[in-house]
Nanobody
Framework: QVQLVEFGGGLVQAGGSLRLSCAAS????????MGWFRQAPGKEREFVAT????????YYADFVKGRFTISRDNAKNTVYLQMNSLKPEDTAVYYC????????????????WGKGTSVTVSS
């Protein structure tokens, strides 16, 4: 069992930036593919980005390409989501998730989830 805790959410104006962090404990994060998901008010949870075990491979939802960057520091057991050029439609609770030996080139059902951090982007 790995525990995930998200940090860095908050209130930001459109066009601004935020950096989310996901700190893991209870396991070696280097053995997990990692992902970020989000859920906007009144909407279903959706995929944002994933990163492979080493950090060399990433995959993004179309609506964040060129704006968001997922990265990881396995030595610190931490995954990041750098969010630039934020839009009001990015407003959501953002969740960190992990998949043991996950392959980001195939569909994944994530094994572990954080409780989320709230991001609000004002117009």
């Amino acid at each position: 069992q790995v525990q995930l805790v998200e940090f860095g959410g908050g209130l930001v104006q459109a066009g601004g930036s935020l950096r989310l962090s996901c700190a893991a404990s209870g396991g070696a994060l280097s053995t997990y593919a990692m992902g970020w998901f989000r859920q906007a008010p009144g909407k279903e949870r959706e995929f944002v980005a994933t990163i492979n075990l080493s950090g060399a491979g990433t995959y993004y939802a179309d609506f964040v390409k060129g704006r968001f960057t997922i990265s990881r520091d396995n030595a610190k057991n931490t995954v990041y989501l750098q969010m630039n050029s934020l839009k009001p439609e990015d407003t959501a609770v953002y969740y960190c998730a992990a998949k043991k030996f996950g392959n980001i080139l195939t569909p994944m059902v994530m094994d572990y989830w954080g409780k989320g951090t709230s991001v609000t982007v004002s117009s």
